[in-house]
T-cell receptor, first 110, second 116 residues
């Protein structure tokens, strides 16, 4: 059974720092992996989608990598800003559904 | 604008009452999903539908029901059989690729249900 883990559960860093969020999964047989952002009390916003055949995807200050063999993905955020404060969720696509991590709550201090 | 609309944003249910959460999408997506989110946990799948008039149970379907009479709509009913319904409910949709595998998922803004 696929399990997805996100560590740490919470992270607080000063503004301007580069940071890495981690996502690990137990079964490498995935179709894709998706990173989302969730603001308090809001829905999810898709940030990056990496297909199983891809190694990384980039969007602006965000870069996501995927290493299926080791069951890991990282989300790199460059030059963090207070507006980046949110909970970041990763999800892996199995046969018919997404399997979710519990998220990393990120706080960027001004 | 294309997107997914959930309503209402907040919903209060009395004990023993059924309530229905609305989810509408104008993205022309084939697949739609309902998730439940509880604090400190990952999202859990309640029901999903890959085509009109067809839907499948997810991991926590007990106490919930759905219908898919139109491609654009996938309402979720929380019945009185759901013993702990207080949670944040999220609706999502996605396209399907040639292998009938869902692609990127897009979400609505959620409905917060509280039992009073």
């Amino acid at each position: 059974k696929q399990e997805v883990t996100q560590i740490p559960a919470a992270l607080s860093v000063p503004e301007g720092e580069n940071l890495v969020l981690n996502c690990s999964f137990t079964d490498s047989a995935i179709y894709n992996l998706q990173w989302f952002r969730q603001d308090p009390g809001k829905g999810l916003t898709s940030l990056l989608l990496i297909q199983s055949s891809q190694r990384e995807q980039t969007s602006g200050r965000l870069n996501a990598s995927l290493d299926k063999s080791s069951g890991r993905s990282t989300l790199y955020i460059a030059a963090s800003q207070p507006g980046d404060s949110a909970t970041y969720l990763c999800a892996v696509k199995g046969n018919y559904q997404l399997i979710w991590g519990a998220g990393t709550k990120l706080i960027i201090k001004p | 604008d294309g997107g997914i609309t959930q309503s209402p944003k907040y919903l209060f249910r009395k004990e023993g009452q059924n309530v229905t959460l609305s989810c509408e999408q104008n993205l022309n997506h084939d697949a739609m999903y309902w998730y439940r989110q509880d604090p400190g946990q990952g999202l859990r799948l309640i029901y999903y539908s890959q085509i009109v008039n067809d839907f499948q149970k997810g991991d926590i379907a007990e106490g919930y029901s759905v219908s898919r009479e139109k491609k654009e709509s996938f309402p979720l009913t929380v019945t009185s059989a759901q013993k702990n319904p207080t949670a944040f409910y999220l609706c999502a949709s996605s396209t399907m690729d040639r292998a009938r595998v869902s692609t990127e998922a897009f979400f609505g803004q959620g409905t917060r249900l509280t039992v009073v």
